[in-house]
């Protein structure tokens, strides 16, 4: 099979967010949107990411080092169409192309994988979506038959197609032969002035190409960011999507609306999870976890039957099992508590290892510093190790007892 290479415009200045930052770069689940459609076309096992930047390039380019991703300048935003001629140079003429876009940031690579995989130089795959209120998308226009003939821009559109409720998603694959004979035949005299890519449709169906349509389960997968009430709405859907997938696997939420996922969340089986806890980069939760509200928990693992009370933040640590951490307790990169420990209520840790059975129940700060078995720390502890010059390293035995 032919090389697949996706092309990702993401050159819009994004107006209407009201943003120094470029809109690709906002976030959906505490990461650019731009990103997620990389990850996107990285599932879908692209040879080449062309990645179409303008409007704060230099910020765009420096979120990511992907090695995969090949930065293309669109100078002028001149439409869709031009956007994705800047990319040509670089597409192989027997390459699959996928134009997907940096707004469009939560489309499931199984919805992807149908319009590419039977792709060939007689087929046009195009992705559309039917909406009950259609305003300000691009229509299907079908004949007969129900064959594919064109697609028509709003602006542009009759009285009678703007009753058409199919869309255009803007997501299409087609052979990069053809992107290279259509696209600079492209006419820009319609009502925005723009070289609209759309148009390739009628060329395709010119030609006698087949167009394949398919469309994603749900809409919101191809759904744009225009503005931050968008933003919103996309990041909700895709929190409510996590919070079945976690419900769907063993835990259980007090209130599914009020968890955020931004990142990859593992779970046993039987969690209680209560409102307004926030997971980020990497964690691994074991069964019979308990955490309790407020809590953040970022790139960490907790085993089995640990208990995190409310308001606790955790990032960077190792927790063991049945362990109890909180309420109002700080866990710092590189802590590491064994089973059966207690971190307790206004403490601070970091770099500490903490054997089992130990306890930090209240009003301290232990960094720097490896603690035994069973060991004691009382109420307003410090571990002071750096002298100004030098960091050192705090250390308890098994069973010490500090007051």
């Known amino acids: 099979m032919s090389p697949l290479h996706v092309v990702i415009l993401a050159a819009g200045q994004g107006s209407r967010m009201k943003s120094a930052l470029p809109k690709v770069l906002h976030p959906i689940a505490g ?24 409007h704060g390039a ?8 992907e090695a995969s991703v090949n930065w293309v300048t669109q100078s002028e935003q001149l439409g869709t169409g031009h956007a994705v001629a800047q990319a040509l140079p670089d597409l192989p003429d027997d390459a699959r192309v996928l134009v997907l876009y940096g707004d469009v940031p939560l489309t499931r690579h199984e919805t992807l994988d149908g319009l590419v995989g039977t792709l060939d130089d007689h087929t046009l795959g195009l992705l559309t979506v039917t909406m009950d209120n259609p305003q300000g998308y691009g229509r299907i226009v079908r004949n007969a038959d129900g064959d594919v003939q064109s697609i028509v821009e709003q602006k542009d559109a009759s009285l009678d197609q703007q009753q ?125 976890v308990s955490i309790g509200p407020g809590c ?9 039957g640990a208990e995190i009370k409310a308001n606790s933040v955790i990032e960077g640590a190792v927790i063991g099992a049945s362990a109890q951490i909180g309420p109002f307790a700080r866990i710092r990169p590189g802590t ?18 903490v054997g089992e059975g130990s306890k930090i129940n209240h009003l301290s700060y232990v960094g720097d510093a490896s603690l035994g078995r069973n060991v004691n720390v009382g109420a307003g502890t410090i571990t002071c190790n750096y002298d100004g010059v030098n960091k050192y390293r705090t250390v308890l035995g098994d069973g010490v007892f500090v007051g």
């Open 336 to 353: 590491e508590l064994a089973a059966n420990t207690k971190v307790g209520n206004f403490v601070e840790t970091k770099k500490a290892i």
């Open 164 to 288: 058409i409720r199919e869309v255009n998603t803007g997501i299409l694959a087609v052979s990069a032969k053809h992107l290279k004979t259509w696209l600079p035949t492209l006419s820009n005299s319609n009502a925005q002035g723009e070289y609209y890519l759309t148009d390739i449709i009628a060329m395709a169906v010119e030609q006698g190409l087949r167009i394949a349509v398919s469309q994603p389960e749900n809409p919101y997968e191809v759904q744009g960011v225009n503005n931050r009430l968008q933003l919103a709405e996309l990041e909700r859907w895709f929190q409510r999507q996590q919070a079945d997938r976690l419900m769907t696997e063993g835990a259980t939420l007090a209130d599914p609306a009020r968890i955020d996922v931004r990142g990859e969340l593992s779970i046993g089986n039987d969690l209680w999870i209560d409102v307004n806890v926030v997971f980020e980069g990497k964690v691994s939760l074991g069964s019979n």
């Open 58 to 65: 230099d910020k765009v380019r420096e979120t990511t080092d």
């Open 296 to 304: 953040v928990i970022k790139d960490a693992t907790i085993a089995d």
């Open 31 to 54: 990461r650019p949107m731009l990103h997620h459609v990389i990850d996107t076309a990285k599932q879908l096992g692209a040879e080449r990411i062309h990645t179409v930047i303008g």
